[in-house]
């Protein structure tokens, strides 16, 4: 029971910005677990949760591992928005122009994010083409992507 419980946790805190030990008490309980405060208090000693800031201001729960893949996803956010000078598609292929000697770079970037609609990329000196499974997916990549540069 223990070992589901606290697999539920980690579950929860990846699903949602759970910000207090009450919160991840109420999802426990609704997940099926009648547990108390202490409970929860001794799995997040266990698990070794820690608390990050949330996209609203506040805090919420997070694991070491999530911290630094979080932290490693920042550095490649930040690289991609310094190498980028454009992102357009055509079709079902997105096309980033990028400074000088960066496309390659700006590659590993964008593989190591996950997309779901990406099938591959294919980089030069300062072009990455990306292969999207459909043009929706290449329109809605290229849009990601200048967020992205907007936010960097």
């Known amino acids: 029971m223990k070992k589901k419980r606290q ?30 405060q202490a409970t929860v208090s001794r799995d997040i000693k266990e ?16 694991t070491n591992r999530m911290q630094s893949s979080k932290a ?3 550095k490649f956010y930040n690289f991609f928005a310094q190498s980028v000078k454009n992102v357009d598609y055509a079709g079902n292929i997105c096309v980033i ?12 970037a964008i593989d190591s ?3 779901p609609t990406i099938v ?10 990306i292969l999207c499974r459909t043009e929706n997916g290449a ?8 967020d992205m540069l907007s936010e960097g």
């Open 7 to 36: 697999e539920t946790i980690l579950r929860l805190i990846e699903e949602h910005e759970i910000t207090t030990q009450d919160e991840l008490m109420l999802l426990l309980q609704q997940s099926g677990f009648p547990v108390t």
């Open 97 to 108: 122009k990028c400074y000088e000697g960066t496309a390659n770079a700006a590659g590993v």
């Open 113 to 115: 994010m996950h997309f």
């Open 139 to 146: 329109k809605e990549l290229k849009a990601k992507l200048q």
């Open 72 to 74: 490693h996803q920042d």
């Open 120 to 129: 591959g990329s294919l980089a030069g000196d300062d072009t990455l083409f």
């Open 47 to 62: 698990l070794q949760l820690i608390k990050s800031p949330a996209h609203n201001g506040m805090t919420k729960y997070m």
